[in-house]
Nanobody
Framework: QVQLVEFGGGLVQAGGSLRLSCAAS????????IGWFRQAPGKEQKFVGG????????LHEDSVKGRFAISRDNAQNTVYLQLNSLKPEDTGVYYCESVRSGPWNIPRLGHEYDYWGQGTQVTVSS
């Protein structure tokens, strides 16, 4: 069973940056696709983007393209979500989720993932 821990969140002013980390343990990390989701206050969880086993990345929402970036380091069993040019609407709890997957597949729906972490809070002040 895979355990995921997210960290790196915090309070930042608009325009600032954060790097979120998703550290995995307990499984063969290189066989898992990893997705990042965020949940804004009072709203449903939304897919932000993900990375395939082979390192292909996907950012789902147009609002984050050009500002966010995803990468993975299999040697460190960690996936990163770099958040740049942050806006107040980026505020929320960010979760990473994992699933065994094909080499190039990046699931986009929460129910397609098997494991998730406790989340890390990102708050962007205006």
């Amino acid at each position: 069973q895979v355990q995921l821990v997210e960290f790196g969140g915090g309070l930042v002013q608009a325009g600032g940056s954060l790097r979120l980390s998703c550290a995995a343990s307990g499984g063969d990390f290189y066989n898992y696709a990893i997705g990042w989701f965020r949940q804004a206050p009072g709203k449903e969880q939304k897919f932000v983007g993900g990375v395939s086993r082979k390192g292909d990345t996907l950012l789902h929402e147009d609002s984050v393209k050009g500002r966010f970036a995803i990468s993975r380091d299999n040697a460190q069993n960690t996936v990163y979500l770099q958040l740049n040019s942050l806006k107040p609407e980026d505020t929320g709890v960010y979760y990473c989720e994992s699933v065994r997957s094909g080499p190039w597949n990046i699931p986009r729906l929460g129910h397609e993932y098997d494991y998730w972490g406790q989340g890390t809070q990102v708050t962007v002040s205006s």
